[in-house]
T-cell receptor, first 115, second 112 residues
Framework: GAGVSQSPRYKVAKRGQDVALRCDPI?????LFWYQQALGQGPEFLTY????????KSGLPSDRFFAERPEGSVSTLKIQRTQQEDSAVYLC?????????????FGQGTRLTVV | QKEVEQDPGPLSVPEGAIVSLNCTYS??????FMWYRQYSRKGPELLMY??SSGNKEDGRFTAQVDKSSKYISLFIRDSQPSDSATYLC????????????WGLGTSLAVNP
């Protein structure tokens, strides 16, 4: 596709509900990143994939957060038993380079609101 | 104390002004320095990328890195209303460039 596509754009979840956020990276991009951006804050790193391998998940805030990229293209970020503090914009970025944050393209994000 | 400090503003300037945005950081291992622009309800867009110290110019934008002072700057010349956005600095070290560390972002308004 022309850019990184994320869906849904907006998600309202009741506290305790599970959610799944989808990222379609630019076709052929090797690297995929997930970031969490709280209101008025800069993005915070969550996890990094190189193809289907999750090489770094050090930023996932708890074991309620899980990410996968089974075929090395589309990725899903799943949050179980959502809490109010999970409310944020979740950004996905992809890059043609391995570990290539310097050339990463971001999607528009999914705005998650937990009520 | 955060690894990267950035004044959130807001900053308001008249059209045509020179804008100076900056960040300080504490991790001397950082070697890649980036500036992103983020419009409301959009994802960040890479503006400038600098490796190590020095200056880099691209059109109306100039990025400067002073590693001795752990200080980076972005200058915007002849600012336009379309430059109104949040500007975020981000940085990483050479060995771990999959994990960007970000500033809070500075909100800029350029008034016609």
């Amino acid at each position: 596709g022309a850019g990184v596509s994320q869906s849904p754009r907006y998600k309202v979840a009741k506290r305790g509900q599970d959610v799944a956020l989808r990222c379609d990276p630019i076709s052929g991009h090797v690297s995929l990143f997930w970031y969490q951006q709280a209101l008025g804050q800069g993005p915070e790193f969550l996890t990094y994939f190189q193809n289907e391998a999750q090489l770094d998940k050090s930023g996932l805030p708890s074991d309620r957060f899980f990410a996968e990229r089974p075929e090395g293209s589309v990725s899903t970020l799943k949050i179980q038993r959502t809490q109010q503090e999970d409310s944020a914009v979740y950004l996905c970025a992809s890059s043609a380079l391995t570990g290539g944050n310097t050339e990463a393209f971001f999607g528009q994000g999914t705005r998650l609101t937990v009520v | 104390q955060k690894e990267v400090e950035q004044d959130p503003g807001p900053l308001s300037v008249p059209e045509g002004a020179i804008v100076s945005l900056n960040c300080t950081y504490s991790n001397s291992a950082f070697q890649y320095f980036m500036w992103y622009r983020q419009y409301s309800r959009k994802g960040p867009e890479l503006l400038m990328y600098t490796y190590s110290s020095g200056n880099k110019e691209d059109g109306r934008f100039t990025a400067q890195v002073d590693k001795s002072s752990k200080y980076i700057s972005l200058f915007i010349r002849d600012s336009q209303p379309s430059d109104s956005a949040t500007y975020l600095c981000a940085m990483t070290n050479a060995g771990n460039n999959r994990k960007l560390i970000w500033g809070l972002g500075t909100s800029l308004a350029v008034n016609p």
